[in-house]
């Protein structure tokens, strides 16, 4: 095959005449292609190996408005997969009525379900007044012990949840979450907890957040849930 040299005013066009990987050797990546979330990564030296998934990084996995009042926030199966180990779940907004207390049960491993019972939790509230509770139980997890859910416009609240091997059937799947809320009257009250379901056999597709009788989440309540990268 002739090849031809190019003059001093002459250019190769890459896009339409050349195929296959550059080597890193010659200015490439050695890569034909990657995929969404994944970057270059060296191997030690200076050579480009492979599009490796985001380590170490949070991808956004699915989020939500409420823009009317609704009973309950779910993540399912669709979101947690074999993807991620360890899930984070950013939570603000109010509630629909005062008085209320915040719950989660887990969902089963075939996703059609809400899971009542085996739950180990603990939640301790530290408040501005000087007041501080604890509270533990089984049937489902209590998220706040007398929190300021309240419906008023300068009421409200912001959560964080980590959601932990919740497809491994060797260890437990736990539940941390941290939560602050404030009343009419600038009380605050701050809360943080830890959770498991005692059945290391079975594994979990998600979880549902609600309130107590009467409690739906407020016009305005939005949320992100994120996978951390393997």
């Keep these: 095959m002739a090849i031809t040299r190019l003059g001093p005013n002459q250019s190769l066009n890459l896009a339409n005449n050349v195929t296959g990987a550059l080597p ?24 480009l190996a492979s599009a490796a998934d985001n380590a170490g990084g949070m ?7 409420i823009t009317s009042t609704t009973s309950t926030i779910a993540i399912t199966g669709t979101h947690v997969t074999s993807t991620h180990d360890h899930y984070r779940l ?11 207390e915040f719950f ?25 007044n000087g ?8 049937s489902e997890i209590k998220l706040t012990n007398q929190a300021y859910f309240g419906s008023n416009t300068n009421e409200g609240f912001n959560m964080i949840i980590d959601f932990m091997s919740p497809l ?41 957040l609600f309130f107590n009788t009467g409690g739906d989440f407020a016009n305005g309540t939005n949320y992100e849930f994120y996978g951390l990268a393997k």
Aim: one cysteine or more.
């Design 131 to 138: 007041g501080g509770s604890n509270s533990e139980g089984t």
């Design 168 to 208: 491994s059937n060797l260890v437990p799947t736990c539940m941390n979450w941290w939560v602050g809320s404030a009343n009419t009257s600038d009380n605050w009250k701050a809360q943080r907890g830890m959770a498991r379901r005692n059945d290391g056999t079975e594994t979990h597709t998600g979880f549902t």
């Design 90 to 100: 950013y939570l603000r907004g109010k509630a629909a009525a005062d008085g209320v």
């Design 59 to 65: 991808v956004l996995l699915t989020s939500g408005d």
């Design 24 to 47: 890193v050797a010659n200015g490439g990546t050695g890569l034909t292609s990657g995929t969404t979330d994944q970057f270059l990564k060296f191997t030690g030296s200076t050579t």
């Design 104 to 128: 989660a049960r887990y969902r089963n491993s075939s996703n059609n379900g809400l899971i009542s019972s085996n739950y180990s939790w603990r939640v301790h509230m530290d408040a501005d």
